[in-house]
């Protein structure tokens, strides 16, 4: 089993919709969670660190469930802008490694 | 810029040569890691340092691998005896210290195809 797992996708939707990305993580004693972002052959860059209590950044909410290990991010209202592949990531320790999924493609059409 | 900065961006080579790749962090952040990424994966960890020291290793950092950060500054990665499936992303991150250090902050990558 991998340690961090997502959808790889390809989810395809229309601009304006709300898209939703899941991951589960397999080490409970993980400290810190991320949502990254990549765009083709760039470099990742962080899109929001996700804490407990949930948070929200303009069109982005990102969800943990420490319990089930369980991390989510929703999109509202899509751009095309958006279009990239969205990163999972969680850190077994602080300042340590980062554990990365495979990566959820998004593409926003017209 | 004062981003994380890597040279070179490609190299192509032969099998069996050695490579070497620099990776210049941002300014005062004391904690260095390497990454590769094939593609439709995501990064997967190799080494990170915190100052000069090198404080983990992944099992995929065969002894074919090294990496170095001599003055807690920049750091190499050296490849020998370069394989076919080395070919991938080599990713350099960093991260400032405390709590803050959760984040990393990555370059632009080099690009390594073995022939």
């Known amino acids: 089993r991998k340690e961090v797992e997502q959808d790889p996708g390809p989810f395809n939707v229309p601009e304006g919709a709300t898209v939703a990305f899941n991951c589960t993580y397999s080490n409970s004693a993980s400290q810190s969670f991320f949502w990254y972002r990549q765009d083709c052959r760039k470099e990742p860059k962080l899109l929001m660190s996700?804490?407990?209590s949930g948070n929200e950044d303009g069109r982005f909410t990102a969800q943990l469930n420490r319990a089930s290990q369980y991390i989510s991010l929703l999109i509202r209202d899509s751009k095309l802008s958006d279009s990239a592949t969205y990163l999972c990531?969680?850190?077994?320790?602080?300042?340590?490694?980062?554990?990365f999924g495979q990566g959820t493609e998004l593409s926003v059409k017209p | 810029d004062t981003g994380v900065s890597q040279d070179p961006r490609h190299k192509i080579t032969k099998r069996g040569q050695n490579v070497t790749f620099r990776c210049d962090p941002i300014?005062?952040?004391?904690?260095l890691y390497w990454y590769r990424q094939t593609l439709g994966q995501g990064p997967e960890f190799l080494t990170y340092f915190q100052n000069e020291a090198q404080l983990e290793k992944s099992r995929l950092l065969s002894d074919r691998f090294s990496a170095e950060r001599p003055k807690g500054s920049f750091s190499t990665l050296e490849i020998q005896r370069t394989e076919q499936g080395d070919s991938a992303m080599y990713l350099c991150?960093?991260?400032?210290?405390?709590?803050?250090?959760?984040?990393?902050?990555f370059g632009p990558g080099t690009r390594l195809t073995v022939l």
């Open positions: 300014s005062e952040h004391n904690r």
């Open positions: 996700v804490y407990s």
């Open positions: 991150a960093s991260s400032p210290r405390g709590l803050a250090g959760a984040e990393q902050f």
């Open positions: 990531v969680v850190g077994p320790t602080l300042g340590g490694k980062l554990i």
